[in-house]
T-cell receptor
């Protein structure tokens, strides 16, 4: 079946550090890929997405590139801020279906 | 636009009690779904609906019922609560259609504890 695997957390960084959160997937079809972010006490918000191979999604300084050859969609940011502290979820959906399959989430804490 | 709203925010039940978690959206979205979030497991799909009168099971449907009588509302019912249903529940909605419209909008969640 379809699945998403994220790097284990929690991740703790200092402000202005470089961030990478790894995400790999397996899918029976051609998936769309997403990163969602959950700030403390809130629901999930879409951070970025990519719908085909080599697409790069970007938002708020975060980027992720859809790599079909390595079945990956790693999240990166060049300089993190304290306000980026949250839980990040990688997810996929297949074939136009709206059903999302989520990774387990990675808790990110940024220290000033 | 209120977006996706969920009530209640918190709920404590005793084993065997029943309750309904409410979800409503004002974006005229065809697709609505319920997820549960458990530590270390991400979100898992419970039930979903592609339109009024149409519902289907997700990955973890046992112990939950849903109905979709209107486009706006998608309540989740626990008929006989069990401690294994202690979780945070999220409702989401989106347009149906092409892959490029797959963005889902999530409610703020309901934290349920079953004793």
């Amino acid at each position: 079946g379809d699945s998403v695997t994220q790097m284990e957390g929690p991740v703790t960084l200092s402000e202005e550090a470089f961030l990478t959160i790894n995400c790999t997937y397996t899918a029976t079809g051609y998936p769309s890929l997403f990163w969602y972010v959950q700030y403390p006490g809130e629901g999930l918000q879409l951070l970025l997405k990519a719908t085909k191979a080599d697409d790069k999604g970007s938002n708020k300084g975060f980027e992720a590139t859809y790599r079909k050859e390595t079945t990956s969609f790693h999240l990166e940011k060049g300089s993190v801020q304290v306000s980026d502290s949250a839980v990040y979820f990688c997810a996929l959906s297949v074939g136009g279906a709206q059903k999302l399959v989520f990774g387990q989430g990675t808790r990110l804490t940024i220290n000033p | 636009n209120a977006g996706v709203t969920q009530t209640p925010k918190f709920q404590v039940l005793k084993t065997g009690q029943s309750m309904t978690l409410q979800c409503a959206q004002d974006m005229n979205h065809e697709y609505m779904s319920w997820y549960r979030q458990d530590p270390g497991m991400g979100l898992r799909l419970i039930h979903y609906s592609v339109g009024a009168g149409i519902t289907d099971q997700g990955e973890v449907p046992n112990g939950y019922n849903v109905s979709r009588s209107t486009t706006e509302d998608f309540p989740l019912r626990l008929l006989s609560a069990a401690p294994s249903q202690t979780s945070v529940y999220f409702c989401a909605s989106s347009r149906a259609g092409t892959r490029s419209l797959n963005e889902q909008f999530f409610g703020p969640g309901t934290r349920l504890t079953v004793l």
